[in-house]
C-alpha cells in the first residue's frame, strides 16, 4: 500500500507557465517531505524540501507548500524552463526510510 | 569527486542464478540504502544501514541481502534470482545516520532476468 501518492503520471506545460505538481500522502508519522527530479539514465538529484513544522519553503523558482490537515504537498516552478523536463518523485521521510511517490513526468513545450 | 558508484551499470541474469550489486560512496556518509524503480511504483526501499555494522529492512526485502563492513560500500545480493527482480537499482547515500532525507543517489543498475 502506496503510503505517498502522485495522481498524475504526466505534465505538459509551455515555456515560461507555471508547473504545480501535487502529492498526497497517508502516514501521519512523516516528518520530512521532499522532491527529487530524475532525468533518464541517471539517478534522482534532491530539489528541495520542507519540515512538517512549516507550511512553505522557497528556493529560486521552486517553492514547495505543505497542508499538514489535508496531508498534501505541491511543488511549484515559476517560471518553467526547457530544462525542467524530468520526472518528478516525491518523498515523505519517518523513522530512517524515506517512501517515494509514482513520479510525474514534466514536459515544459517551447 | 566520485559520490555514489554503482556497479554494473547494466547485467543479466538466468533464473535462479546469484549476483551482487556493488555500491560505494567516498563522502563518509553513515546512511546508506538500496531502491528499486518500477513502471508506476516509484521507488521502493530495500534496505537500509545507519552505520558500519548496522542493516535493516525497507519496504521490499524479501530475495535481498545487504552487509555494511564498511562506512564506504554497501552490497546488495540476490541469492537466487527471479524474474520479478528484474528492475533499476539504485544506492543512495546521506550524510547524517538520521535520515532527513536528503540522499545522494548513484546513476543505477539496470537488472533484467530471464
Known amino acids: 500500500d502506496q503510503q505517498v501518492k502522485q495522481n498524475s503520471p504526466s505534465l505538459s506545460v509551455q515555456e515560461g507557465r507555471i508547473s504545480i505538481l501535487n502529492c498526497d500522502y497517508t502516514?501521519?508519522?512523516?516528518?520530512?517531505f521532499l522532491w527529487y527530479k530524475k532525468y533518464p539514465a541517471e539517478g534522482p538529484t534532491f530539489l528541495i524540501s520542507?519540515?512538517?513544522?512549516?507550511d512553505k519553503n522557497e528556493d529560486g523558482r521552486f517553492t514547495v507548500f505543505l497542508n499538514k490537515s489535508a496531508k498534501h504537498l505541491s511543488l511549484h516552478i515559476v517560471p518553467s524552463q526547457p530544462g525542467d523536463s524530468a520526472v518528478y518523485f516525491c518523498?515523505?521521510?519517518?523513522?530512517?526510510?524515506?517512501?517515494f511517490g509514482a513520479g510525474t513526468t514534466v514536459t515544459v513545450r517551447a | 569527486n566520485a559520490g555514489v558508484t554503482q556497479t554494473p551499470k547494466f547485467q543479466v541474469l538466468k533464473t535462479g542464478q546469484s549476483m551482487t550489486l556493488q555500491c560505494a560512496q567516498d563522502?563518509?556518509?553513515?546512511?546508506m540504502s538500496w531502491y528499486r524503480q518500477d513502471p508506476g511504483m516509484g521507488l521502493r526501499l530495500i534496505h537500509y544501514?545507519?552505520?558500519?555494522?548496522?542493516?535493516d529492512q525497507g519496504e521490499v526485502p524479501n530475495g535481498y541481502n545487504v552487509s555494511r563492513s564498511t562506512t564506504e560500500d554497501f552490497p546488495l545480493r540476490l541469492l537466487s534470482a527471479a524474474p520479478s527482480q528484474t528492475s533499476v537499482y539504485f544506492c543512495?547515500?546521506?550524510?547524517?545516520?538520521?535520515?532527513?532525507?536528503?540522499?545522494?543517489f548513484g546513476e543505477g543498475s539496470r537488472l533484467t532476468v530471464l
Open positions: 543512495a547515500s546521506s550524510y547524517s545516520s538520521v535520515n532527513t532525507g536528503e540522499l545522494f
Open positions: 502516514n501521519s508519522m512523516f516528518d520530512y
Open positions: 520542507i519540515s512538517s513544522i512549516k
Open positions: 518523498a515523505a521521510s519517518a523513522n530512517y526510510k524515506l517512501s
Open positions: 563522502m563518509n556518509h553513515e546512511y
Open positions: 544501514s545507519v552505520g558500519a555494522g548496522i542493516t
